[in-house]
Protein backbone atom coordinates (compact mmCIF):
# COMPACT_ATOMS: atom_id res chain seq x y z
CA UNK A 1 0.00 0.00 0.00
CA UNK A 2 1.10 3.60 -0.91
CA UNK A 3 1.99 5.52 1.82
CA UNK A 4 -0.30 8.41 0.70
CA UNK A 5 -3.07 5.61 0.50
CA UNK A 6 -2.54 5.62 4.32
CA UNK A 7 -2.83 9.50 4.69
CA UNK A 8 -6.24 9.18 2.21
CA UNK A 9 -7.25 6.32 4.43
CA UNK A 10 -6.56 7.84 8.19
CA UNK A 11 -8.62 11.11 7.40
CA UNK A 12 -11.28 9.54 5.89
CA UNK A 13 -12.15 7.12 9.17
CA UNK A 14 -11.07 10.21 10.73
CA UNK A 15 -14.32 12.17 9.56
CA UNK A 16 -16.09 9.16 9.54
CA UNK A 17 -15.48 7.41 12.88
CA UNK A 18 -18.65 7.68 15.20
CA UNK A 19 -19.82 10.50 13.17
CA UNK A 20 -18.54 12.09 17.12
CA UNK A 21 -16.24 14.50 16.12
CA UNK A 22 -13.13 14.98 14.33
CA UNK A 23 -10.57 18.09 13.88
CA UNK A 24 -7.36 18.81 11.87
CA UNK A 25 -4.58 21.58 11.77
CA UNK A 26 -2.20 22.19 8.90
CA UNK A 27 0.75 24.82 9.33
CA UNK A 28 1.64 26.21 6.48
CA UNK A 29 4.85 28.19 7.25
CA UNK A 30 7.18 28.31 9.77
CA UNK A 31 8.93 31.38 9.74
CA UNK A 32 12.49 30.60 12.14
CA UNK A 33 15.03 29.23 11.10
CA UNK A 34 15.53 26.76 13.88
CA UNK A 35 14.67 23.20 13.51
CA UNK A 36 11.65 23.24 15.94
CA UNK A 37 10.81 19.91 18.83
CA UNK A 38 11.06 16.58 17.88
CA UNK A 39 8.40 15.32 15.91
CA UNK A 40 7.22 12.59 18.41
CA UNK A 41 5.81 15.89 19.95
CA UNK A 42 3.88 16.89 17.68
CA UNK A 43 0.81 15.21 18.29
CA UNK A 44 0.53 17.69 21.36
CA UNK A 45 2.60 20.83 20.15
CA UNK A 46 0.65 20.72 16.76
CA UNK A 47 1.20 20.65 13.11
CA UNK A 48 3.97 22.91 11.26
CA UNK A 49 7.72 21.51 10.91
CA UNK A 50 10.00 19.39 12.82
CA UNK A 51 13.31 17.88 12.69
CA UNK A 52 13.57 14.04 12.86
CA UNK A 53 17.55 13.31 13.29
CA UNK A 54 18.21 16.43 11.59
CA UNK A 55 15.93 16.15 8.63
CA UNK A 56 13.01 18.66 7.92
CA UNK A 57 9.65 17.13 8.46
CA UNK A 58 6.15 18.30 7.43
CA UNK A 59 3.10 17.19 10.15
CA UNK A 60 -0.25 17.19 10.13
CA UNK A 61 -2.81 16.15 12.73
CA UNK A 62 -5.79 14.69 12.64
CA UNK A 63 -7.99 13.71 15.81
CA UNK A 64 -11.27 11.69 15.81
CA UNK A 65 -13.84 10.83 18.79
CA UNK A 66 -16.02 7.83 18.88
CA UNK A 67 -19.41 8.22 21.71
CA UNK A 68 -18.98 5.32 24.25
CA UNK A 69 -21.62 7.41 26.77
CA UNK A 70 -23.08 9.97 26.23
CA UNK A 71 -23.67 12.62 29.09
CA UNK A 72 -25.62 15.29 30.16
CA UNK A 73 -25.99 17.31 33.10
CA UNK A 74 -26.15 14.68 35.61
CA UNK A 75 -24.27 11.79 34.18
CA UNK A 76 -20.90 11.12 33.31
CA UNK A 77 -19.82 10.75 29.18
CA UNK A 78 -16.94 9.08 27.82
CA UNK A 79 -15.63 8.63 24.30
CA UNK A 80 -12.89 6.86 22.86
CA UNK A 81 -10.35 9.09 20.85
CA UNK A 82 -7.75 8.50 18.08
CA UNK A 83 -5.03 10.91 17.18
CA UNK A 84 -3.44 9.97 13.97
CA UNK A 85 -0.55 12.18 13.06
CA UNK A 86 1.26 12.05 9.27
CA UNK A 87 4.75 13.79 8.31
CA UNK A 88 6.29 14.29 5.42
CA UNK A 89 9.96 14.26 4.91
CA UNK A 90 12.24 17.21 3.30
CA UNK A 91 10.11 19.82 3.32
CA UNK A 92 11.79 22.61 1.17
CA UNK A 93 11.23 26.21 2.78
CA UNK A 94 10.88 27.43 -1.00
CA UNK A 95 7.67 25.41 -1.50
CA UNK A 96 6.11 27.43 1.86
CA UNK A 97 4.01 29.89 -0.15
CA UNK A 98 2.36 27.34 -2.15
CA UNK A 99 0.54 25.16 0.20
CA UNK A 100 2.36 21.98 -1.42
CA UNK A 101 3.48 18.70 0.53
CA UNK A 102 5.57 15.85 -0.31
CA UNK A 103 3.89 12.63 -2.20
CA UNK A 104 5.39 10.44 0.86
CA UNK A 105 5.07 9.58 4.37
CA UNK A 106 8.23 9.78 6.38
CA UNK A 107 6.46 9.45 9.94
CA UNK A 108 3.56 8.08 11.54
CA UNK A 109 1.69 8.24 14.85
CA UNK A 110 -1.41 6.57 16.13
CA UNK A 111 -2.44 7.21 19.93
CA UNK A 112 -5.51 5.76 20.70
CA UNK A 113 -6.63 7.53 24.26
CA UNK A 114 -10.15 7.91 26.59
CA UNK A 115 -11.75 11.04 27.42
CA UNK A 116 -14.15 11.45 30.02
CA UNK A 117 -16.86 14.05 30.45
CA UNK A 118 -17.86 15.12 33.95
CA UNK A 119 -20.36 18.36 34.13
CA UNK A 120 -19.80 20.28 37.21
CA UNK A 121 -22.69 22.93 35.94
CA UNK A 122 -25.32 23.30 33.08
CA UNK A 123 -22.44 25.47 31.59
CA UNK A 124 -18.98 24.01 33.15
CA UNK A 125 -17.58 20.48 32.10
CA UNK A 126 -14.23 18.88 33.54
CA UNK A 127 -12.59 16.29 30.97
CA UNK A 128 -9.79 14.32 32.12
CA UNK A 129 -8.38 12.26 29.21
CA UNK A 130 -5.51 9.86 28.57
CA UNK A 131 -3.47 8.83 25.56
CA UNK A 132 -0.60 6.91 24.49
CA UNK A 133 0.58 5.08 21.71
CA UNK A 134 3.51 4.50 18.71
CA UNK A 135 5.23 6.73 16.59
CA UNK A 136 7.22 5.13 13.37
CA UNK A 137 10.17 6.91 11.26
CA UNK A 138 9.86 4.84 8.49
CA UNK A 139 13.31 5.40 6.78
CA UNK A 140 14.85 4.78 9.92
CA UNK A 141 13.19 1.79 11.17
CA UNK A 142 12.69 3.58 14.62
CA UNK A 143 9.60 3.34 16.90
CA UNK A 144 9.06 5.94 19.83
CA UNK A 145 6.50 5.61 22.24
CA UNK A 146 4.32 8.79 23.45
CA UNK A 147 2.21 9.00 26.02
CA UNK A 148 0.14 12.18 27.50
CA UNK A 149 -2.55 12.89 30.55
CA UNK A 150 -4.12 15.77 31.71
CA UNK A 151 -7.56 17.61 32.34
CA UNK A 152 -9.90 19.84 30.00
CA UNK A 153 -11.69 22.69 31.76
CA UNK A 154 -14.64 23.59 29.29
CA UNK A 155 -17.29 26.65 29.85
CA UNK A 156 -20.09 28.41 28.12
CA UNK A 157 -21.72 31.77 28.46
CA UNK A 158 -23.92 34.50 26.61
CA UNK A 159 -22.15 37.63 25.75
CA UNK A 160 -23.10 40.17 23.61
CA UNK A 161 -25.56 38.00 21.43
CA UNK A 162 -23.26 35.60 20.92
CA UNK A 163 -21.51 32.21 22.48
CA UNK A 164 -18.48 32.90 24.70
CA UNK A 165 -16.07 29.67 24.77
CA UNK A 166 -14.05 29.75 28.06
CA UNK A 167 -11.64 26.92 27.56
CA UNK A 168 -8.42 25.47 29.67
CA UNK A 169 -6.10 22.14 29.29
CA UNK A 170 -3.30 21.38 31.53
CA UNK A 171 -1.46 18.39 30.01
CA UNK A 172 1.29 16.65 30.80
CA UNK A 173 3.31 14.63 27.81
CA UNK A 174 6.02 12.72 26.90
CA UNK A 175 8.09 10.33 24.64
CA UNK A 176 10.86 7.33 24.89
CA UNK A 177 12.48 5.56 21.81
CA UNK A 178 13.26 2.43 24.71
CA UNK A 179 13.33 1.09 28.00
CA UNK A 180 16.96 2.99 28.36
CA UNK A 181 16.44 5.79 26.65
CA UNK A 182 15.53 8.77 28.50
CA UNK A 183 12.47 10.14 28.86
CA UNK A 184 12.03 13.69 27.17
CA UNK A 185 8.66 15.37 28.46
CA UNK A 186 6.79 18.48 29.41
CA UNK A 187 4.47 20.01 30.88
CA UNK A 188 1.91 22.92 29.45
CA UNK A 189 -1.53 25.13 30.67
CA UNK A 190 -3.28 26.15 27.80
CA UNK A 191 -5.97 28.53 27.73
CA UNK A 192 -8.20 29.51 24.88
CA UNK A 193 -11.36 32.35 24.17
CA UNK A 194 -13.63 31.83 21.13
CA UNK A 195 -16.49 34.38 21.07
CA UNK A 196 -18.40 33.39 17.81
CA UNK A 197 -21.67 35.20 17.21
CA UNK A 198 -23.96 35.06 14.41
CA UNK A 199 -23.49 35.92 10.91
CA UNK A 200 -26.25 36.44 8.04
CA UNK A 201 -26.05 33.77 5.64
CA UNK A 202 -25.91 29.50 5.73
CA UNK A 203 -23.94 26.44 4.73
CA UNK A 204 -25.49 23.12 4.22
CA UNK A 205 -28.79 24.93 4.98
CA UNK A 206 -27.28 25.75 8.72
CA UNK A 207 -27.18 29.70 9.76
CA UNK A 208 -23.39 30.64 10.36
CA UNK A 209 -21.33 32.37 12.70
CA UNK A 210 -18.06 33.69 12.96
CA UNK A 211 -15.98 32.95 15.81
CA UNK A 212 -12.41 35.21 16.43
CA UNK A 213 -10.47 33.30 19.00
CA UNK A 214 -7.04 33.57 21.06
CA UNK A 215 -4.37 31.44 22.79
CA UNK A 216 -2.02 31.21 25.10
CA UNK A 217 0.32 28.47 26.06
CA UNK A 218 2.74 28.40 29.14
CA UNK A 219 5.05 25.88 29.73
CA UNK A 220 6.11 24.80 33.39
CA UNK A 221 9.72 23.79 32.04
CA UNK A 222 10.68 25.89 29.17
CA UNK A 223 10.16 23.72 25.89
CA UNK A 224 13.55 23.75 24.37
CA UNK A 225 14.33 23.90 20.51
CA UNK A 226 17.47 22.38 19.36
CA UNK A 227 18.67 23.86 16.18
CA UNK A 228 21.44 22.60 13.82
CA UNK A 229 24.09 25.29 14.72
CA UNK A 230 23.22 24.33 18.49
CA UNK A 231 22.22 28.01 19.59
CA UNK A 232 18.74 26.74 20.73
CA UNK A 233 16.16 28.85 22.56
CA UNK A 234 14.10 28.01 25.10
CA UNK A 235 10.04 28.48 24.94
CA UNK A 236 8.19 29.48 27.76
CA UNK A 237 5.43 31.14 26.02
CA UNK A 238 3.32 30.98 22.96
CA UNK A 239 0.39 33.03 21.76
CA UNK A 240 -2.64 32.22 18.89
CA UNK A 241 -4.87 34.63 17.48
CA UNK A 242 -7.34 33.85 14.70
CA UNK A 243 -11.14 33.64 13.09
CA UNK A 244 -13.34 30.47 12.19
CA UNK A 245 -16.13 30.70 9.91
CA UNK A 246 -19.08 27.60 10.20
CA UNK A 247 -22.60 26.75 11.67
CA UNK A 248 -23.57 28.51 14.74
CA UNK A 249 -24.40 24.94 16.31
CA UNK A 250 -22.75 21.54 15.65
CA UNK A 251 -24.64 20.01 12.25
CA UNK A 252 -23.66 17.00 10.00
CA UNK A 253 -23.74 16.29 6.24
CA UNK A 254 -24.18 12.68 4.92
CA UNK A 255 -23.74 11.81 8.54
CA UNK A 256 -20.53 13.82 8.35
CA UNK A 257 -19.66 16.72 11.15
CA UNK A 258 -19.68 19.63 9.12
CA UNK A 259 -16.15 21.17 9.90
CA UNK A 260 -15.49 25.30 11.23
CA UNK A 261 -13.25 26.66 8.60
CA UNK A 262 -10.69 29.04 9.59
CA UNK A 263 -7.40 30.67 9.84
CA UNK A 264 -4.69 31.57 12.49
CA UNK A 265 -1.34 32.74 13.70
CA UNK A 266 0.85 31.46 16.44
CA UNK A 267 4.04 33.19 17.48
CA UNK A 268 6.63 32.43 20.08
CA UNK A 269 10.05 33.06 21.56
CA UNK A 270 12.19 32.96 18.15
CA UNK A 271 9.16 30.73 15.99
CA UNK A 272 6.03 31.55 14.31
CA UNK A 273 3.42 29.43 12.62
CA UNK A 274 0.68 30.36 9.53
CA UNK A 275 -2.09 27.89 10.31
CA UNK A 276 -5.21 26.86 8.43
CA UNK A 277 -7.56 25.12 10.75
CA UNK A 278 -10.54 22.68 10.28
CA UNK A 279 -12.70 21.34 13.15
CA UNK A 280 -15.98 20.65 14.48
CA UNK A 281 -15.69 21.80 17.65
CA UNK A 282 -13.90 24.18 19.97
Given at each position: ?RRSSIAAGLLASAMLLGGSAWSGDFGVRYTTEL???????????????????????????????????????????????????????????????????????????????????????????????????????????????????????????????????????????????????????????????????????????????????GRSEAYFDALAIDPPDGAGIEIERRYEIGLTWG????????????????????????????????????
Amino acid sequence: MRRSSIAAGLLASAMLLGGSAWSGDFGVRYTTELDPKNFAHASFLGSGIYSVDGRLIYIIRIKAALRVRSEDVKRWGLRATLRPTLGFYDFKTGDEDKFGLPSSIGSLSLLPGLEFRVPIRDNWRLDPFVEGGPAWEFDGNSVTWIYGFGIKSRAEFSWLGGKLLLFNTLLWAGNRESDIAPRDDFAVLETKVDWRFPIRGSFFGHPTSLGPFGRSEAYFDALAIDPPDGAGIEIERRYEIGLTWGTRERAKKWKIPIPRLGASYRFGEGAETYRIVLTSRF
